[in-house]
Nanobody
């Protein structure tokens, strides 16, 4: 089993920044990818950014140029630096880790006020 714990969410004004962190622990043998997804009220969960083991990065078009994903392999952590936040970025943000299975964190709320 893999446990994921997210932190760093909160309330911020439009134009502000937040940094999300996700710590993975447990039976981690080989992480293929780590990433962030989000789900706004009444909407489906969507990809925000992913980072593969070999360093390939994928961003949603809506966050390109504003968000940056990074990871610390030694600590099994993944980060999401979010700049120039917009009200439409308001959502619950989930960390996802893919090994031979897919694991999700419990989510952290990000609220951007206008």
């Amino acid at each position: 089993q893999v446990q994921l714990v997210e932190s760093g969410g909160g309330l911020v004004q439009a134009g502000g920044s937040l940094r999300l962190s996700c710590a993975a622990s447990g039976s981690i043998f080989s992480i293929n990818s780590m990433g962030w997804y989000r789900q706004a009220p009444g909407k489906q969960r969507e990809l925000v950014a992913t980072l593969t083991r070999v360093g390939n990065i994928n961003y949603a078009d809506s966050v390109k140029g504003r968000f940056t994903i990074s990871r610390d392999n030694a600590k099994n952590m993944v980060y999401l630096q979010m700049n120039s936040l917009k009200p439409e970025d308001t959502a619950v943000y989930y960390c996802r880790v893919v090994t031979i299975q897919t694991y999700w964190g419990q989510g952290t709320q990000v609220t951007v006020s206008s």
